[in-house]
């Protein structure tokens, strides 16, 4: 991407069990996988600060999958997803709401159901 209106605009919203939703502002998503701060509410900057240095200092998102065929009962699976990798964003949206119940909406209306595992492709 060569500048920031090629990025893809998303509402942070923090959800909570007990509390519900809290909107933390908005970020851009760049075709290389970045996440850039475009705006926070009043009092959520240092969270969202947060969350973005954590996401764009990491080469690759660690996240849970579905076990594979036979796997024994209650094994626990997880694939390594590059930032290079089609399926980052995807991974990205499942790493921020298992770890951190935060959702990346384009608007419209949001499920607060837990993260399931993601269903990726077996690692070669």
Do not use: C, W
């Not at 998303?10 to 509390?19: F, L, R, Y």
């Not at 969350?51 to 626990?76: C, F, H, I, S, W």
């Amino acid at each position: 991407m060569s500048n920031k209106t090629d990025a893809l605009r998303m509402q942070v919203i923090e959800t909570d069990i007990d509390e519900g939703r809290r909107l933390l502002g908005e970020v851009d998503y760049s075709a290389d996988g970045f996440l850039a701060i475009a705006s926070a509410e009043p009092g959520a900057r240092d969270l969202l600060e947060r969350l973005v240095k954590l996401v764009n200092d990491k080469p690759a998102l660690q996240v849970a999958t579905l076990p594979p065929a036979g796997a024994q009962r209650y094994e626990r699976h997880s694939r390594s997803v590059a930032r290079s990798d089609a399926l980052f964003f995807d991974a990205l949206q499942a790493f921020l709401a298992r770890h951190y119940g935060v959702i990346l909406s384009l608007g419209g209306p949001i499920e607060l159901a837990p993260f399931p595992e993601m269903e990726l492709p077996a690692q070669e």
